[in-house]
């Protein structure tokens, strides 16, 4: 007998939601119309924990023919409004509809049954518009934007393009990377591009911090980097919407470009390429550049607010004018106060109020960065709230050639090198502050990040005026003693980091110098009753015994020069100079003496082999030799940044003893009058 239809009576609350649940996760499209008849509420009956209907999970679930017929079973007349068919995030089907292009006809649909849809709000203050945008679906955008513009007033638009916490379809199309996207808002709104969200920034100030939108191709791989070359510019002819699963040759070719990474490389150079056509429509408009703070020339007097926190801005040279920037208040005419309260965006959380300058400037987006002051030459000279000039702000955060860019220029490199900032800071003091942003994962040691932070110190003090290197700024702190004071912590890292590694590095020096010292009285093929080597007339005797004199002696050089850095007193200025020298030099002698081994033990195999010994001895002697190779590989990383350390050391010593030779772009101040003073310990 065949089973029969189910029906209300037959099947409790719990069942139906069983029944209709699987039968979506499923995709079987029949059983749910059949289950919707049923259902009290039709496909409007809730299914899921979270107050989703069976319409909510049709949509969400991108089931295109599904969702139609559920949507024609709706009467044209509902009970109640579509507007009030939520779940419990508040999405109406109109919401779960916009996050997909594959859903546009459905969409559709929903907006000839109730065109209130297009109005309604989720508990985060998003219209359907703006989930669109969030999820960077173009398609459902132009359509639900074409409804928008037909009848809405300045107050309507604002109402659909900004959410709760004062975030534009603009700002969140940026946010989420849908560059494509924000370049289309951007052409038909231009207005938007000047709008702030609830942290005050605008689309072009969140670019600037988003380095990975302009990231080239320099963490490729060969490979990766010949296949993003040869990929153009424009989307590719496999698009990536959701419209259809496709033919079966269609999938095949998805899978072919996946599995040679060109689909993945792609979508990364065309949202690359995106960003950059983004950018500079941007900053065309940007103008923020402008609204710099006022300065001042504070010549060696206290300010009311000095008198009042008793902090001075006094030169140790009397007379010299330094540059003041006062911005604890703001023009009343010019600018918002930062304590006003305004609700922050939820998707970044953070408050900036620095230029799109400055924060291309602090994320190292150096393409950014010229591109703007391309547009704006002037934008330069530009001055922040706390008084820094691009150049603090580049030597804050570490970023050298953005640095080096912007001194080619002679004339602007003398006004913007001599420049303090708000608290009296110069462009030394901002060395000695603890270096700001992410930094970069490479293998150095705490020694080498030490030494790095000491070259930024003497190649900015090499830049300018001698009378500034003994600069107080508000504080009574030299660049000096701001320095040795934030890096001493850092400093005792590195000096225990450097007995460490000068302590282990002794120990395998020592044990290559015996093992040297004793192939040289068992030497290959032994030795006759008068103490002859047997193969002393073999061409490869001279061989191994002057690799293995060469590597004992690098050996003990090598433990000398570790003994030399352990003895060291570890002052603060050594980690410039001397110790990172006497470090690469003995890792040298180190590499040198099992480079030496190393042809020791080749000549000895040689030498067996010819005299026809057992392979056994022959494969026991090359295994014992594994650990040597693995030792070289491991220190290597090390080794390279430290003779990649050695090139900046050259051209100091270069630069000291021929100070005329300098290039005058690059170190365009007079260096006659460095000071020769050192850095001394707090």
């Given at each position: ?142 359509l639900l934007a074409r409804e928008v513009d037909k009848d809405n007033d300045a107050e309507g ?264 900032d708000a608290k009296g800071n110069s462009l030394l003091h901002m060395v000695g502050k603890n ?122 050089m090598s433990v000398v020069s570790f003994l030399s850095i352990l003895t060291s007193p570890f ?112």
């Amino acid at each position: 007998m065949a089973a029969s239809s189910p029906s209300p009576a037959s099947m409790s609350g719990h069942e139906l939601n069983r029944c209709l649940f699987n039968a979506l996760k499923n995709g079987n499209t029949q059983q749910v119309i059949q289950l919707c008849k049923i259902a009290p509420q039709g496909p409007l009956h809730v299914t899921s924990i979270h107050k989703d209907t069976v319409l909510h999970l049709a949509c969400y679930s991108k089931q295109k023919d599904l969702a139609i017929q559920l949507v024609r079973m709706l009467p044209n007349t509902p009970n109640r409004s579509l507007t009030k068919v939520i779940n419990d995030v508040g999405n109406t089907l109109l919401h779960e509809t916009a996050t997909s292009d594959r859903m546009e006809d459905v969409a559709t649909l929903l907006l000839a049954k109730n065109s209130e849809l297009l109005s309604a709000k989720n508990v985060q203050g998003e219209t359907p518009l703006f989930r669109a945008a969030r999820f960077g679906k173009i398609r459902q955008f132009k359509l639900l934007a074409r409804e928008v513009d037909k009848d809405n007033d300045a107050e309507g638009w604002k109402y659909q393009f900004f959410s709760d916490d004062q975030t534009s379809i603009l700002h969140i199309a940026v946010i989420t990377e849908h560059f494509d996207l924000a370049l289309l808002i951007v052409r038909t709104y231009p207005v938007l591009i000047d709008m702030k969200d609830g942290n005050s920034m605008t689309a072009l100030q969140h670019l600037a911090c988003n380095p990975s939108a302009f990231a080239g191709t320099s963490e490729l791989g060969l490979f990766k980097k010949l296949i993003y070359y040869c990929i153009p510019d424009k989307k590719g002819t496999v698009e990536e919407d959701d419209d259809t699963k496709g033919t079966d040759t269609k999938r095949y070719v998805k899978w072919l470009l996946k599995l040679l990474m060109w689909e993945e490389l792609r979508r990364e150079k065309y949202k690359h390429t995106s960003a950059w056509e983004l950018a500079k429509v941007l900053i065309e408009k940007d103008t923020s550049w402008e609204a710099t703070e006022r300065t001042a020339l504070n010549k060696g007097k206290k300010t009311d607010q000095e008198k009042t926190d008793g902090s001075s801005g006094l030169l140790l040279k009397t007379g010299r004018e330094g540059l003041f920037i006062d911005c604890k208040k703001l023009d009343e005419n010019q600018g918002q106060c930062l304590d006003e309260k305004m609700p922050k965006t939820s998707m970044t959380g953070i408050r900036r109020d620095e230029t799109p300058l400055f924060l291309a400037t602090s994320w190292r987006i150096k393409k950014l960065v010229v591109e703007i002051l391309n547009h704006y030459p002037q934008a330069v000279e530009h001055v922040d709230k706390k008084g820094r000039n691009i150049l603090h702000v580049a030597i804050q955060y570490r970023q050298l050639e953005i640095f080096e860019m912007v001194i080619e220029n002679g004339m602007l490199a003398r006004r913007l090198l001599r420049a303090t900032d708000a608290k009296g800071n110069s462009l030394l003091h901002m060395v000695g502050k603890n270096r700001k942003g992410p930094k970069m994962e490479t293998s150095e040691g705490p020694a080498l990040d030490l030494r790095d932070q000491l070259v930024w110190f003497e190649k900015i003090k090499d830049l300018v005026k001698s009378d500034f290197v003994h600069l107080f700024n508000h504080k009574i702190q030299t660049a000096e003693y701001l320095f040795a004071k934030n890096y001493s912590k850092l400093h005792e890292e590195s000096r225990k980091w450097l007995e460490e590694t000068s302590k282990n590095c002794t120990i395998v020096a020592v044990l290559i110098a015996t093992v040297a010292f004793t192939a040289a009285y068992t030497v290959p093929g032994g030795n006759q009753t008068n103490g002859k080597p047997v193969l002393l007339s073999r061409p490869f005797f001279v061989v191994f015994t002057l690799a293995d004199v060469i590597s004992l002696s690098l050996a003990l050089m090598s433990v000398v020069s570790f003994l030399s850095i352990l003895t060291s007193p570890f002052r603060l200025q050594d980690f410039r100079d001397s110790l990172p020298q006497k470090l690469t030099r003995a890792l040298t002698y180190l590499i040198l003496s099992v480079a030496m081994m190393m042809v020791a033990f080749a000549a000895t195999i040689i030498l067996i082999i010819h005299n026809k010994q057992s392979w056994t001895e022959i494969a026991l002697s090359s295994a014992v030799f594994v650990p040597v190779l693995f030792f070289a590989y491991s220190y290597s990383p090390l080794y390279a940044q430290l003779v990649k350390a050695g090139s900046y050391l050259s051209d100091l010593i270069v630069k000291r003893i021929y100070p005329g030779g300098q290039n005058p772009n690059q170190y365009p101040l007079d260096r006659s009058q460095r000071s020769g003073c050192q850095i001394t310990e707090v």
